[in-house]
């Protein structure tokens, strides 16, 4: 089957590899339907070592259950699932705390434990944890706009959505969004579904933005740094936003959180932070008894909740895809997204 293999910086190739097979009974098999690029993806993209055996990427997934293990019980043959970006077994101490990314049984894909999903088929452990069934949807059939919702809940959307549940936002309060991306997007929209008032949106990429007042931006703000900050302060009286979702992962980002963030208020990231150290003093998080939160979202937490949601026409998550290609122009799709050509590119093996 064709897979996606990451060389070294810039070096993406699609590759020949053996289909999956069952290595565990706790083990599922899965063809793919849709799979697409996240973000996150491009951080390899930039910085990967040169490497002669190659990483395997992609780590979100519809499909089709194609066999599933011994042990497996809640999925049978035929079923159409939605797969979160880590798997997880749904039952210890960690999973029934919400914290399924902590699972002690949990991995990621697209390392020595699970291949990744930029593929023709996958191997999904600890399936009954790690696939969730669509009902009543019939992946031949469906829309592409329904498939691509679904899709986004295998991490963009749900991304966004667990920096808005971890900041607790409050009904009526001043959200600030760092990030035009499909994250920080996607973060609008979970944003206004918790409740938020005034939502600030920072970026500066007008196709991008415009889909971000669709889903309930009140305000953008384009200009960055110390620029960006004073802008954000005009926009709330000088106080700040009550909540800052950073989608973005890079020191630039942080520290424009910390300048908008209001006394007593919370700063949620959910961009893969890029540095190891950042300030928490007196300037940044101290004097303004500001929190931080966030991390690695438990899809899994969510998930049955954001199918319900997307099947009922509530969200629409999916409109963060704007351009579909086949395994073969994965390589393309890379190069697109990282020139910002592209602001999140789908994957149909069958095209
Ligand atoms: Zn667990």
């Not at 035929?78 to 990314?101: K, L, R, W």
């Not at 930029?118 to 992946?139: F, L, M, N, T």
């Not at 980002?253 to 208020?265: F, K, L, N, T, W």
């Not at 998080?285 to 949601?309: C, M, S, T």
Request: proline residues 5%; negative net charge; aromatic residues 6%.
């Amino acid at each position: 089957m064709k897979a996606t293999y990451m060389y070294g910086a810039g070096d993406v190739r699609i590759v020949d590899v053996p289909k999956p097979v069952i290595q565990q009974p706790t083990d599922a098999i899965v063809r793919t339907v849709r799979a697409c690029v996240c973000g996150s993806d491009l951080h390899p993209y930039h910085s990967l070592p040169a490497m002669e055996q190659g990483l395997s990427m992609g780590h979100e997934l519809i499909a089709v259950v194609e066999e599933v293990g011994a042990d497996v019980k809640t999925l049978k043959k035929g079923d159409f699932v939605v797969v979160p970006f880590a798997f997880q077994d749904n039952t210890c101490v960690f999973c029934q705390e919400g914290m399924q990314t902590a699972c002690v049984h949990g991995g990621w894909y697209g390392t020595p434990q699970a291949d990744g999903l930029q593929a023709e088929y996958a191997r999904i452990p600890q399936a009954d944890g790690s696939a969730v069934a669509v009902p009543g949807v019939d992946p031949e059939t469906a829309s592409e706009d329904l498939l691509k919702s679904l899709l986004a809940l295998s991490d963009v959307y749900l991304t966004g959505f667990h920096a808005a549940y971890m900041a607790k936002i409050e009904a009526g309060q001043t959200v600030a969004v760092v990030g035009d991306g499909a994250v920080g997007l996607s973060a609008v929209l979970a944003a206004k579904q918790l409740g938020a008032g005034k939502v600030i949106l920072m970026g500066r990429h007008e196709d991008r933005t415009d889909l971000g007042r669709e889903w309930g931006a009140t305000d953008v703000v384009a200009e960055r740094g110390a620029e960006g900050v004073t802008k954000v302060m005009e926009l709330t009286n000088g106080e700040g936003a009550h909540v800052v979702l950073e989608a973005v992962g890079h020191m630039p980002a942080y520290e424009q959180s910390y300048g908008i963030v209001r006394p007593g208020g919370v700063i949620s990231r959910v961009g893969v932070p890029q540095y190891e150290e950042a300030p928490i003093g007196f300037g940044s998080l101290f004097g303004k008894n500001a929190r931080l939160a966030g991390g690695p979202a438990p899809v899994r937490a969510y998930l049955e909740d954001a199918i319900q949601q997307v099947l009922d026409g509530t969200i629409d998550p999916g409109k963060v895809f704007d351009r579909v290609v086949g395994l073969s122009e994965v390589p393309a799709a890379y190069a697109a997204m990282d020139a910002r050509e592209s602001l999140k590119v789908m994957v149909d093996p069958a095209l």
